[in-house]
T-cell receptor, first 107, second 113 residues
Framework: GIQVEQSPPDLILQEGANSTLRCNFSDSVNNLQWFHQNPWGQLINLFYIPSGTKQNGRLSATTVATERYSLLYISSSQTTDSGVYFCGSSGTYKYIFGTGTRLKVLA | DTAVSQTPKYLVTQMGNDKSIKCEQNLGHDTMYWYKQDSKKFLKIMFSYNNKELIINETVPNRFSPKSPDKAHLNLHINSLELGDSAVYFC????????????FGPGTRLLVL
């Protein structure tokens, strides 16, 4: 089945810094999504991005489906950005998640 | 209005007990899912239902039994709870099987003592 790799696994940033998170897939990318799991455990949709680029405030995402990867950009990071960022994609019928990038933003 | 809701949010129980978790979505979606998130935060799909029909049944012990009375509800019943069942269980829904944005419930934190 499809494998999903996320990098880096852990990231510590100073408030105000920018970062790029990456998601690589072993097979075709369908229905790719980025999620943020906040420190309270809630899973929040960030982007539904099977291909192309989208922006939402300080966050943007790009998926290059032909090359089987997606990037999540966080600019001017804030302490509220802390948490775990997951990407996921559906293969045949089921949705597979990466192991996440654990982000800590320091004040 | 909560899109995907789960009850209870917390569940602490003894080994060997039977418990249920309920999930409801008001998004009009056709597909609902159960995921298990372990202590290392790894999210793994357990079940998927499309219009009340079981589509995905991953390698999950048969002590876990999902039930979908209608397409807006997907419940999870767990028999003979074991220590290893301690985890956070998330319900989710999407418009169609394997397609579109998935929306997650708040999670049910299960602790088996």
């Amino acid at each position: 089945g499809i494998q999903v790799e996320q990098s880096p696994p852990d990231l510590i940033l100073q408030e105000g810094a920018n970062s790029t998170l990456r998601c690589n897939f072993s097979d075709s990318v369908n229905n790719l999504q980025w999620f943020h799991q906040n420190p309270w455990g809630q899973l929040i949709n960030l982007f539904y991005i099977p291909s192309g680029t989208k922006q939402n405030g300080r966050l943007s995402a790009t998926t290059v489906a032909t090359e089987r990867y997606s990037l999540l950009y966080i600019s001017s990071s804030q302490t509220t950005d802390s948490g775990v960022y997951f990407c996921g994609s559906s293969g045949t019928y089921k949705y597979i998640f990466g192991t996440g990038t654990r982000l800590k933003v320091l004040a | 209005d909560t899109a995907v809701s789960q009850t209870p949010k917390y569940l602490v129980t003894q080994m060997g007990n039977d418990k249920s978790i309920k999930c409801e979505q008001n998004l009009g979606h056709d597909t609902m899912y159960w995921y298990k998130q372990d202590s290392k935060k790894f999210l793994k799909i357990m079940f998927s239902y499309n219009n009340k029909e079981l589509i995905i049944n991953e390698t999950v012990p048969n002590r876990f039994s999902p039930k979908s009375p209608d397409k807006a509800h997907l419940n999870l019943h767990i028999n003979s709870l074991e220590l290893g069942d301690s985890a956070v269980y998330f319900c989710a829904s999407s418009q169609a099987q394997g397609e579109g944005t998935q929306y997650f419930g708040p999670g049910t934190r299960l602790l088996v003592l």
